[in-house]
Structure formats: C-alpha cells, structure tokens
C-alpha cells in the first residue's frame, strides 16, 4: 500500500507518496495559484501518474500546510511546523534546528533526537524573507526567481536594504537600478538581509548553535545565494535536502502511515 502526504502553501502545493518501506516512490510540487482545490488534484495526479498505481493504491492521507483544510479524503489535517519536523528526521536522522522558509512565512524549530518540536520561532505577520518577498524582487530586477540563486557570485557586498518590508525593499531595489548598482550586489544585499532577520528567529529558539545540526527546507533552501549568507550570519554549516521543499509532505505521508496502521 501507499501513503500520501500533501502540503498545501500559498505558493506551491506539494505532494509526496511513499510506500510501506517510507521509500519516496514520488514527489511533485505545482503552482498553487488562486484555485488551491485544483492544485491538490494537479499534484495528487501527478504522483499517481509518476508512480504508476491506482488512487486505491493509497490507504491513506494526510494534508497540511495554511491550506490543509482543504485536501479532501484524508484521515488528518496536522500543522506544516510538525511535517516538516517529522520528514526532516526521515531525511537527515538527527537535527537539531530546522529553519523552513515557504511562500509566506519563516519558521525556526527545535527538534529532539525523535523528530518531535520542541520549540519555535515563526514570523507570519508579513512575507518579508519569505518566497514571496524573492519572487518580487525577481521582478523588480526583472529575471526569472530561479536565477536569483546565484546572482550574487563576485560581488563585495556594499549594499545594505534599509527595508525589508516587500513594498519598500522593491521600491529600493528599483532605485538602486536606476542608480547603476550592479545586479549582484543588489542580490547579495537582498540575501544579507533575508539571513540577518531569519538569524533572529534562530536564536530565539537556540541562543548557542554550538555543536548543533542545523538543516533548511521550504522552497526558500534551493536558493544557493540565500543559504550562503545564511550560513555566514549564524556561522554555522546548513544541511540542505536535494528537494527541500517536499520534507513538509514527506512529514504528512509518514504521519498518514502512522495514523492508518
């Protein structure tokens, strides 16, 4: 039998199938866009199509993510900061710091040896540093999102944002343009600052990293760019999952296993 797990965001919905082994047997990630119910059947198809089984094949399923409410037939709704603790041990065995950015909210969160949240930190009150905040500064710089991860290579960092409110940042960005700033300093300044405010939510959940793992998921983790300045701020090395931005449906489809046995 199968198990899936579906995390839906407010920028991608996520899907991940597994079997009884916890093998990922597939995974898909679809633009969630305003219809979120056609995304969920967008990314269950798709994994269904790229497994080659039956949708009876799947014993159960379990959602979560902002939009988990949504995802019809499952046998549990469970929050996207547990997920993504559970599938990050799945993945990594130990870690001790999780930081998961996703389309428009940041998370710190300190695991135990189980993969059970111990603690913490989330800023939802606005998208700055998340997804959303880079998907708006790609445009303002006018390149693809995906090429923002390593725009920033050659550059001395001279560049500081005032703001990282979305509205103002891009304002700024647009006027640093016009100023003649080279783009990969600009990136660089955007990168420094999503690590500077993410830094602030790690420390509220481990004061001292020192001898602590520390892993990123979210779609957020496949920018290089980010992860590096990241890295620079907490001093600290970074685990990062070849797909990052499937551990929170990983995470669903072991509870969906768990919960249907």
Same mark, same amino acid.
Do not use: W
């Given at each position: 039998m199968y198990y899936l797990g579906i995390d839906i965001g407010s920028l991608s919905c996520d899907a991940v199938l597994i079997d009884d082994t916890k093998k990922i047997v597939a995974s898909s990630v679809v633009p969630t866009g305003a219809k979120n119910i056609e995304a969920i059947k967008r990314a269950t198809h798709e994994v269904i199509e790229i497994s080659g089984i039956l949708e009876s094949d799947i014993k159960a399923s379990v $959602?979560?993510?902002?939009? @988990?409410?949504?995802?019809?037939?499952?046998?549990? !709704?469970?929050?996207?900061?547990?997920?993504?603790?559970?599938?990050?041990?799945?993945?990594?065995?130990?870690?001790?710091?999780?930081?998961?950015?996703?389309?428009?909210?940041?998370?710190?969160?300190?695991?135990?040896s189980n993969g059970r949240v111990i603690d913490f930190a989330m800023n939802d009150k606005c998208a700055a540093g998340t997804g959303r905040f880079l998907e708006a500064m790609a445009r303002a710089l006018q390149v693809d999102i995906d090429e923002l991860s390593d725009l920033d290579h050659g550059s001395v960092g001279n560049v500081t944002l005032s703001s990282m409110c979305t509205v103002f940042a891009e304002s700024e960005v647009v006027s640093l343009i016009a100023d003649g700033v080279e783009v990969k300093e600009i990136v660089k300044g955007l990168n $420094?600052?999503?690590?500077? @405010?993410?830094?602030?939510?790690?420390?509220?959940? !481990?004061?001292?990293?020192?001898?602590?793992?520390?892993?990123?998921?979210?779609?957020?983790?496949?920018?290089?760019?980010?992860?590096?300045?990241?890295?620079?701020?907490?001093?600290?090395?970074?685990?990062?999952?070849?797909?990052?931005?499937?551990?929170?449906?990983?995470?669903?489809?072991?509870?969906?296993?768990e919960k249907s046995m």
């Open positions: $959602s979560t993510g902002y939009g @988990r409410e949504r995802v019809s037939n499952r046998i549990a !709704a469970i929050t996207e900061i547990t997920c993504h603790a559970k599938g990050i041990k799945e993945v990594f065995g130990k870690i001790d710091v999780l930081i998961d950015i996703g389309g428009q909210d940041s998370k710190s969160i300190r695991i135990d $420094s600052a999503i690590a500077s @405010r993410t830094s602030s939510l790690v420390k509220r959940v !481990a004061p001292e990293l020192k001898g602590l793992s520390v892993a990123m998921s979210g779609g957020v983790a496949r920018n290089n760019g980010v992860v590096r300045a990241l890295k620079e701020v907490i001093e600290t090395n970074i685990t990062v999952y070849e797909k990052p931005d499937i551990i929170g449906a990983l995470g669903a489809a072991l509870f969906a296993m």
